[in-house]
């Protein structure tokens, strides 16, 4: 039997995440994290680049800050989730279920985010350029000031959508629902 010593202590979700990337034998290797349950986490500045977290849970995380460029977020939940400053260059949120999460000041430039749910959703001032959103669901979300150049929101549901300051140029709208103009 293991003395009392050689029982790990138990690590924050932050710290847990923390050695999963310090122990991968190549830094290049995208950290997997399918499927992994970080309801309510405070991962507030993690770096996430390139990590797999396919069907996660991050309801109500803090994710603040934090570096999830080329981040494969695919089927996840990031419901209430506060996103704000957070890096998803890249990142992909296909099918993403982020209703009134917050993502003030993020950056989504280039992402891959189709049929995402993003109802009443935070976006003020996040940079959406060259965004695949095509399908979202933006029913109710906050994007004032949002930069949507050369973004595709084709079928997109803005509903409601408060779009002030919100820039549009070369913006794909092609059959987009609730946008009055």
Do not use: C, H, Q, W
Not at 63 to 78: E, I, K, P, V
């Amino acid at each position: 039997m293991a003395d009392d010593e050689d029982i790990p202590e138990r690590l924050s979700t932050e710290d847990a995440l923390a050695r999963i990337a310090s122990r991968a034998a190549d830094a290049s290797v995208p950290l997997n994290l399918t499927g992994t349950i970080l309801r309510g986490a405070d991962l507030s500045g993690a770096n996430l680049k390139g990590a797999n977290l396919k069907v996660a849970n991050l309801a109500g995380a803090s994710l603040m800050g934090a570096d999830l460029a080329g981040a494969n977020l695919t089927f996840g939940n990031l419901a209430r989730a506060d996103l704000a400053g957070a890096d998803l260059t890249g990142a992909i949120l296909t099918d993403a279920t982020m209703p009134r999460a917050d993502l003030t000041g993020a950056i989504l430039t280039d992402a891959t985010m189709p049929r995402a749910i993003l109802r009443s959703a935070i976006l003020r001032g996040a940079n959406l350029m060259g965004a695949d959103m095509r399908g979202v669901n933006l029913a109710g979300a906050n994007l004032m000031g949002a930069d949507l150049t050369n973004a595709n929101l084709t079928l997109a549901n803005l509903t409601d959508a408060n779009l002030t300051g919100a820039i549009l140029t070369d913006t794909n709208l092609k059959g987009v629902v609730g946008l009055i103009y």
